[in-house]
């Protein structure tokens, strides 16, 4: 495979910013859900 | 009593005009709607960008002039679409948060603005990485190149606009008035192709002709186009998701607060 390296790094790149946001958005969204259970379980219902 | 609070109270939308878009947008009915979409969008993006990509990096030819270096361009176009209806879908949230003070929409565009930038940076660094090899430079100061390079900046100040004020709304009017002025640079990145002698090639995949690429290149790149459409629209929707709970969170401590202070 010809430019390997360069693959490698743009595929690299794209993986790193995308699991660090999916992983930031899950662990934030579970925070705030235990959060709001131990504030107002009523809450939960939306 | 401070839990008998409706929370959603503290996001109720003024009783002027836009009633219907409030209705279909009130913050506990986008929590339950999420509630269900959610894995649903994340999994299907999962899906599609895997397929894409072993696609992509494994079964589609090389290109003749390009060689392997066309496969970072099943990253670089959907990034670079990303950044683009990004942008429009915040400048949409402006538009209902200074017309109709739309309270989700603030809160969806602070959470656009973080993951646009990411994409725009994606976009940048993908072709940079992608010129390298093809062009001989890791930059060069072409009109394509530019102007989503001051996307990208749009996108910084947005992020740091909203965060700027004590008062969370002021910053929301700040970031809309800079988003829609911001709106400005969408045709330029669009048109600059054409406008102007660019290094960067003019679009090969228009909505009114036949694509000018090959086929077999071109069939990998739609699962990963909508994969990661897909997944960016789940990772806004699960930020935005947060940020309502966040703000039930904040109304209901200082409903709990002042209460208290009453009680005194």
Same mark, same amino acid.
């Given at each position: 495979?010809?430019?390997?390296?360069?693959?490698?790094?743009?595929?690299?790149?794209?993986?790193?910013?995308?699991?660090?946001?999916?992983?930031?958005?899950?662990?934030?969204?579970?925070?705030?859900?235990?959060r709001l259970a131990a504030i107002d379980p009523r809450g939960m219902r939306g | 009593m401070v839990l008998g609070v409706d929370a959603s109270a503290?996001?109720?939308?003024p009783s002027r005009g836009g009633r219907n878009l409030h209705r279909f947008a009130n913050p506990g009915r986008f929590l339950r709607l999420t509630g269900r979409v959610l894995p649903w969008l994340a999994g299907c993006s999962l899906v599609a960008t895997a397929i894409g990509v072993v696609w992509g990096l494994c079964f589609s030819p090389p290109d003749?002039?390009?060689?392997?270096?066309?496969?970072?361009?099943?990253?670089?176009v959907?990034?670079?679409?990303?950044?683009?209806?990004?942008?429009g879908s915040l400048a949409l949230c402006s538009v209902a948060s200074l017309v109709w003070r739309h309270p989700l929409a603030d809160l969806a565009a602070v959470e656009i603005g973080p993951v646009g930038a990411g994409a725009t940076f994606l976009c940048l660094a993908t072709g940079s990485l992608w010129g390298k090899p093809m062009w001989g430079a890791w930059w060069v100061w072409d009109a394509r190149l530019t102007s989503v390079l001051v996307l990208f900046f749009l996108y910084l100040g947005h992020v740091a =606009?909203?965060?700027?004020?004590?008062?969370?709304q002021r910053g929301y009017r700040a970031g809309a008035i800079l988003a829609l002025v911001g709106v400005v640079d969408l045709?330029?990145?669009?048109?600059?192709?054409?406008?102007?002698?660019?290094l960067h090639q003019s679009s090969s995949i228009t909505l009114t002709g036949a694509p000018t690429m090959y086929v077999g290149i071109l069939y990998p790149l739609i699962p990963c186009t909508l994969g990661l459409v897909a997944g960016f629209v789940?990772?806004?929707?699960?930020?935005?998701?947060?940020?309502?709970?966040? +703000?039930?969170?904040?109304?209901? =401590?200082?409903? +709990?607060?002042?209460?208290?202070?009453?009680?005194?």
């Amino acid at each position: 495979m010809t430019h390997l390296p360069y693959i490698i790094a743009a595929y690299g790149i794209g993986a790193i910013l995308a699991a660090g946001f999916a992983v930031d958005a899950w662990l934030r969204m579970g925070r705030a859900r235990r959060r709001l259970a131990a504030i107002d379980p009523r809450g939960m219902r939306g | 009593m401070v839990l008998g609070v409706d929370a959603s109270a503290a996001l109720a939308p003024p009783s002027r005009g836009g009633r219907n878009l409030h209705r279909f947008a009130n913050p506990g009915r986008f929590l339950r709607l999420t509630g269900r979409v959610l894995p649903w969008l994340a999994g299907c993006s999962l899906v599609a960008t895997a397929i894409g990509v072993v696609w992509g990096l494994c079964f589609s030819p090389p290109d003749w002039q390009q060689g392997d270096s066309v496969r970072i361009m099943y990253l670089h176009v959907p990034a670079a679409l990303l950044a683009y209806i990004g942008y429009g879908s915040l400048a949409l949230c402006s538009v209902a948060s200074l017309v109709w003070r739309h309270p989700l929409a603030d809160l969806a565009a602070v959470e656009i603005g973080p993951v646009g930038a990411g994409a725009t940076f994606l976009c940048l660094a993908t072709g940079s990485l992608w010129g390298k090899p093809m062009w001989g430079a890791w930059w060069v100061w072409d009109a394509r190149l530019t102007s989503v390079l001051v996307l990208f900046f749009l996108y910084l100040g947005h992020v740091a =606009l909203v965060r700027a004020f004590d008062d969370p709304q002021r910053g929301y009017r700040a970031g809309a008035i800079l988003a829609l002025v911001g709106v400005v640079d969408l045709p330029v990145i669009k048109y600059s192709v054409d406008w102007w002698n660019t290094l960067h090639q003019s679009s090969s995949i228009t909505l009114t002709g036949a694509p000018t690429m090959y086929v077999g290149i071109l069939y990998p790149l739609i699962p990963c186009t909508l994969g990661l459409v897909a997944g960016f629209v789940a990772i806004v929707l699960a930020r935005t998701r947060a940020a309502v709970m966040e +703000r039930r969170i904040r109304g209901l =401590l200082q409903a +709990r607060a002042r209460d208290e202070a009453a009680a005194a």
